[in-house]
Protein backbone atom coordinates (compact mmCIF):
# COMPACT_ATOMS: atom_id res chain seq x y z
CA UNK A 1 0.00 0.00 0.00
CA UNK A 2 1.68 3.37 -0.74
CA UNK A 3 -1.05 5.64 0.04
CA UNK A 4 -2.88 5.21 2.50
CA UNK A 5 -6.63 6.92 3.86
CA UNK A 6 -5.73 8.76 6.76
CA UNK A 7 -7.46 9.22 9.87
CA UNK A 8 -10.36 11.95 10.41
CA UNK A 9 -8.98 14.27 13.39
CA UNK A 10 -11.60 13.59 14.89
CA UNK A 11 -15.34 11.89 15.88
CA UNK A 12 -17.41 10.94 13.04
CA UNK A 13 -20.27 12.52 15.01
CA UNK A 14 -18.10 15.66 15.96
CA UNK A 15 -19.60 17.74 12.85
CA UNK A 16 -23.13 17.51 14.35
CA UNK A 17 -25.90 19.02 13.96
CA UNK A 18 -23.97 20.62 10.61
CA UNK A 19 -22.66 17.17 9.13
CA UNK A 20 -24.11 13.88 10.33
CA UNK A 21 -22.54 10.94 11.74
CA UNK A 22 -23.70 8.76 8.94
CA UNK A 23 -22.60 11.37 6.32
CA UNK A 24 -19.45 11.04 7.74
CA UNK A 25 -19.01 7.55 8.17
CA UNK A 26 -19.91 6.57 4.88
CA UNK A 27 -17.62 9.47 3.31
CA UNK A 28 -14.14 9.56 4.63
CA UNK A 29 -14.67 5.33 5.11
CA UNK A 30 -16.44 4.69 1.87
CA UNK A 31 -15.92 7.26 -0.48
CA UNK A 32 -12.37 8.71 0.38
CA UNK A 33 -11.43 4.95 0.87
CA UNK A 34 -12.10 3.92 -2.37
CA UNK A 35 -10.33 6.58 -3.96
CA UNK A 36 -7.42 5.83 -1.83
CA UNK A 37 -7.82 1.75 -3.20
CA UNK A 38 -8.35 2.98 -6.91
CA UNK A 39 -5.58 4.98 -6.65
CA UNK A 40 -2.81 2.68 -5.38
CA UNK A 41 -4.68 -0.13 -7.81
CA UNK A 42 -3.66 2.64 -10.14
CA UNK A 43 0.12 2.71 -9.61
CA UNK A 44 0.53 -0.87 -9.04
CA UNK A 45 2.47 -1.35 -12.44
CA UNK A 46 4.01 1.85 -12.08
CA UNK A 47 6.77 1.72 -8.90
CA UNK A 48 8.47 4.76 -9.73
CA UNK A 49 5.17 6.61 -9.37
CA UNK A 50 4.49 5.32 -6.04
CA UNK A 51 6.89 7.54 -4.74
CA UNK A 52 6.01 10.60 -5.55
CA UNK A 53 3.28 12.75 -3.81
CA UNK A 54 -0.11 12.91 -5.12
CA UNK A 55 -0.34 16.56 -5.81
CA UNK A 56 3.35 16.61 -8.01
CA UNK A 57 0.92 13.70 -10.08
CA UNK A 58 -1.89 15.94 -10.32
CA UNK A 59 -0.09 18.87 -11.44
CA UNK A 60 1.32 17.16 -14.68
CA UNK A 61 -1.27 14.86 -15.51
CA UNK A 62 0.37 14.87 -19.35
CA UNK A 63 3.14 13.41 -18.07
CA UNK A 64 2.13 10.70 -16.96
CA UNK A 65 1.15 6.90 -19.23
CA UNK A 66 -1.96 7.03 -20.05
CA UNK A 67 -3.61 4.19 -19.66
CA UNK A 68 -3.74 5.64 -15.79
CA UNK A 69 -4.06 9.13 -16.44
CA UNK A 70 -7.97 9.35 -15.57
CA UNK A 71 -7.67 6.80 -12.87
CA UNK A 72 -5.33 9.05 -11.15
CA UNK A 73 -7.01 12.14 -11.99
CA UNK A 74 -10.04 11.18 -10.47
CA UNK A 75 -8.69 8.60 -7.38
CA UNK A 76 -5.78 10.19 -6.93
CA UNK A 77 -7.63 13.90 -6.84
CA UNK A 78 -10.26 12.32 -4.44
CA UNK A 79 -7.98 11.61 -2.69
CA UNK A 80 -6.01 14.94 -1.93
CA UNK A 81 -9.26 17.08 -1.96
CA UNK A 82 -10.65 14.75 1.10
CA UNK A 83 -7.50 14.57 2.66
CA UNK A 84 -7.30 18.62 2.57
CA UNK A 85 -11.49 18.88 3.41
CA UNK A 86 -11.29 16.61 6.77
CA UNK A 87 -8.34 18.88 7.95
CA UNK A 88 -10.16 22.53 7.24
CA UNK A 89 -13.42 21.60 9.32
CA UNK A 90 -13.27 20.95 13.29
CA UNK A 91 -16.11 20.57 15.80
CA UNK A 92 -16.84 24.25 17.02
CA UNK A 93 -15.30 25.79 14.31
CA UNK A 94 -16.79 28.65 11.73
CA UNK A 95 -16.77 32.28 13.02
CA UNK A 96 -15.31 35.63 11.28
CA UNK A 97 -12.04 34.72 9.46
CA UNK A 98 -8.51 35.20 11.73
CA UNK A 99 -5.48 36.48 10.76
CA UNK A 100 -4.01 36.23 7.12
CA UNK A 101 -6.74 34.77 5.03
CA UNK A 102 -9.36 37.05 7.21
CA UNK A 103 -6.96 40.40 5.54
CA UNK A 104 -6.39 38.34 2.03
CA UNK A 105 -11.05 38.11 2.13
CA UNK A 106 -10.99 41.11 2.98
CA UNK A 107 -8.46 42.63 0.39
CA UNK A 108 -10.10 40.51 -2.66
CA UNK A 109 -13.34 40.49 -1.99
CA UNK A 110 -14.41 43.33 0.33
CA UNK A 111 -15.87 41.70 3.66
CA UNK A 112 -16.91 38.33 4.88
CA UNK A 113 -20.70 38.26 3.72
CA UNK A 114 -19.79 38.90 0.19
CA UNK A 115 -17.08 35.92 -0.15
CA UNK A 116 -18.81 33.90 1.30
CA UNK A 117 -22.52 34.96 -0.85
CA UNK A 118 -20.18 34.33 -4.10
CA UNK A 119 -18.25 31.20 -2.54
CA UNK A 120 -22.01 29.43 -1.76
CA UNK A 121 -23.28 30.71 -5.26
CA UNK A 122 -20.46 29.36 -7.21
CA UNK A 123 -20.72 26.26 -5.34
CA UNK A 124 -24.81 25.77 -5.58
CA UNK A 125 -24.42 26.73 -9.48
CA UNK A 126 -21.83 23.92 -10.43
CA UNK A 127 -23.79 21.49 -12.31
CA UNK A 128 -23.73 17.76 -11.08
CA UNK A 129 -20.83 16.69 -9.14
CA UNK A 130 -17.67 19.03 -8.18
CA UNK A 131 -15.71 21.19 -5.64
CA UNK A 132 -15.73 24.71 -4.96
CA UNK A 133 -12.72 26.42 -4.00
CA UNK A 134 -10.52 29.60 -3.38
CA UNK A 135 -7.19 28.83 -4.59
CA UNK A 136 -4.33 31.19 -5.84
CA UNK A 137 -1.29 31.34 -7.54
CA UNK A 138 1.27 30.06 -5.62
CA UNK A 139 3.58 32.49 -4.24
CA UNK A 140 1.87 35.18 -4.97
CA UNK A 141 -1.65 36.78 -3.04
CA UNK A 142 -3.59 36.66 -5.90
CA UNK A 143 -6.71 34.06 -5.12
CA UNK A 144 -9.87 33.52 -6.99
CA UNK A 145 -13.44 31.92 -6.40
CA UNK A 146 -13.42 28.63 -8.96
CA UNK A 147 -15.44 25.50 -9.14
CA UNK A 148 -13.99 22.17 -10.98
CA UNK A 149 -16.07 19.19 -12.01
CA UNK A 150 -15.76 15.70 -10.26
CA UNK A 151 -12.53 15.37 -8.40
CA UNK A 152 -10.56 18.17 -10.17
CA UNK A 153 -8.47 19.84 -8.04
CA UNK A 154 -6.85 22.85 -8.99
CA UNK A 155 -3.36 21.89 -8.65
CA UNK A 156 -4.30 20.60 -12.00
CA UNK A 157 -4.58 24.22 -13.48
CA UNK A 158 -1.03 25.68 -11.73
CA UNK A 159 -3.44 26.58 -8.72
CA UNK A 160 -2.94 25.86 -4.77
CA UNK A 161 -6.55 25.45 -3.19
CA UNK A 162 -6.46 27.31 0.11
CA UNK A 163 -9.84 25.69 1.16
CA UNK A 164 -12.74 23.96 -0.80
CA UNK A 165 -16.34 22.46 -0.41
CA UNK A 166 -17.18 19.33 -1.81
CA UNK A 167 -20.32 19.88 -3.62
CA UNK A 168 -20.92 16.17 -4.52
CA UNK A 169 -24.46 14.81 -3.56
CA UNK A 170 -22.70 12.19 -0.73
CA UNK A 171 -21.39 15.23 1.06
CA UNK A 172 -24.88 16.49 1.79
CA UNK A 173 -27.76 14.05 0.50
CA UNK A 174 -28.48 12.47 3.46
CA UNK A 175 -29.22 15.37 5.67
CA UNK A 176 -29.71 18.39 3.27
CA UNK A 177 -31.68 15.84 0.61
CA UNK A 178 -31.43 18.22 -2.70
CA UNK A 179 -31.21 21.48 -0.53
CA UNK A 180 -27.62 21.98 -1.59
CA UNK A 181 -27.60 25.86 -0.94
CA UNK A 182 -28.83 25.23 2.80
CA UNK A 183 -25.55 22.61 3.25
CA UNK A 184 -23.38 25.33 1.82
CA UNK A 185 -24.30 28.06 4.04
CA UNK A 186 -24.44 25.56 6.66
CA UNK A 187 -20.66 24.51 5.98
CA UNK A 188 -19.03 27.70 7.58
CA UNK A 189 -20.07 26.64 11.29
CA UNK A 190 -17.30 23.96 10.99
CA UNK A 191 -14.73 25.36 9.18
CA UNK A 192 -11.61 25.31 10.96
CA UNK A 193 -9.69 29.05 9.86
CA UNK A 194 -6.25 28.12 11.84
CA UNK A 195 -5.75 24.74 9.22
CA UNK A 196 -7.10 27.41 6.51
CA UNK A 197 -4.31 29.90 7.24
CA UNK A 198 -1.44 27.16 7.05
CA UNK A 199 -2.36 26.35 3.72
CA UNK A 200 -2.17 30.31 2.94
CA UNK A 201 1.42 29.86 4.32
CA UNK A 202 1.94 27.47 2.02
CA UNK A 203 0.34 29.18 -0.95
CA UNK A 204 2.37 32.58 -0.25
CA UNK A 205 5.55 30.66 0.57
CA UNK A 206 5.93 28.37 -2.10
CA UNK A 207 5.97 28.04 -5.88
CA UNK A 208 6.17 24.64 -5.34
CA UNK A 209 3.16 24.08 -2.81
CA UNK A 210 2.72 20.22 -3.49
CA UNK A 211 6.33 19.61 -2.22
CA UNK A 212 5.57 21.05 0.85
CA UNK A 213 2.23 20.21 1.30
CA UNK A 214 1.72 16.43 1.33
MN1 LIG B 1 -16.67 13.71 -1.27
Avoid: C
Avoid at 112 to 119: G, N, R, W, Y
Wanted: glycine share 8%; charged share 20%.
Amino acid sequence: MTHELPALPYDYSALEPVIDTQTMKLHHDMHHGAYVKNLNAALEKHPNLQSKNVEELLRDLNALPEEIRTAVRNNGGGHVNHSMFWKIMKPQGGGEPNGAIAAIIKKSFGNFKDFQSKFNDAGAKQFGSGWVWLAGTPGSEDVRILTTANQDNPISQGLFPILGNDVWEHAYYLKYNNRRPEYLAAWWNVVNWDEINKRLETLKAHHEPAMAHR
